[in-house]
């Protein structure tokens, strides 16, 4: 019997050969690595607190990729100010720090001249005085009649000297121009008025103090009305007027401000410069014909001061 070919043999009994491993469709190929990528944020969030990057991907329940999240804007610090908050901030710390050198200068030399007048005064009155001496009532009465006229009549002179020798004369104008343009600094060339009107001031208090009779009396008390008057205004004017320091309960007595408010139109030069006084600053406008003026302002401010009282914080 014929035997079949070796060939034919093999070729029936050979095994198939085993087919190579396919690559997994991309679609699984993607989601394994989602699900790795979840997998490592848990990981990282247990281990640490760690969250995942900005744009990480995530994975959802279903096994399909979530968009990356979009990275987060970043923020100022919330104390950071503007510039120009920051810079009228340095102009109010500047304006408090000149506003409190004045106010010590101010409140020191109204301290001492106080002391000083109601000593000189006691002391006056009892050195001159013989042991079993009557108290002179008359001498007395005459220093207190001369204070007090002194003191009304420094107001004519502050008007006068105000108008011709402040503004009218050149010297006088290259001084007191400081006090009509923004002050630089706690103090101003203008200061230097009050420094020469104290001179008189004081030596009508020297001369009247040592001099033992009715007439030295009578000059002292001239001496202290000048003083007084000095210190009424600079309290008002500096102070009330100008805010060059705090004056507590004076800005809230209504002759007061209206006398603050008369002076105010006197920096408006609206009227060739009236008032030029002070305290009968208000007169001076009536006399004009500017009392409707003074009105209005002192509507406008007590408006604004309600204003004030019923938002504090709102803008000055």
Known sequence: MATAPCSSVHAGSALTPR????????????????????????????????????GMARAS???????PSAAPTPQPPADRRSPAAERRSARAAKRARHAAVYQASA??????????????????????????????????AGTLVLMAGSAVAMEMYARWAHR????????????????????????????????????????????GFLRPDALGGALFGAGLGVTLFGISYMFVHDGLVHRRFPVGPIADVPVLRRIAAAHKLHHSDK???VPFGMFLGPQELEAVGAGLDLEALLAAQSAKRGAKDADPLADP
Not at 33 to 49: D, F, V
């Open 107 to 140: 409140l020191a030399a109204t301290f001492g001249i106080v002391a000083l007048a109601v000593g000189a005064t006691a002391l006056r009155i009892t050195r001159h005085l013989d042991a079993g001496d009557p108290l002179p009532l008359g001498e007395l």
């Open 271 to 273: 009227y060739g410069g």
């Open 164 to 207: 011709v020798l402040w503004h009218d004369a050149a010297w006088g104008w290259a001084l007191h121009a400081s006090h009509h343009a923004p002050r630089e600094g706690a103090f101003e060339a203008n200061d230097l008025f009050a420094l020469a009107n104290a001179l008189p001031a004081m030596g009508l208090c020297l001369y």
């Open 19 to 54: 087919p190579k491993s396919q690559p997994a469709p991309l679609a699984r190929r993607g989601q394994g690595r989602t699900l790795l990528s979840h997998r490592m944020n848990i990981t990282m969030s247990k281990a640490g607190g760690a969250q995942p990057r900005p």
């Open 61 to 67: 329940a279903n096994g399909t990729q979530a968009p």
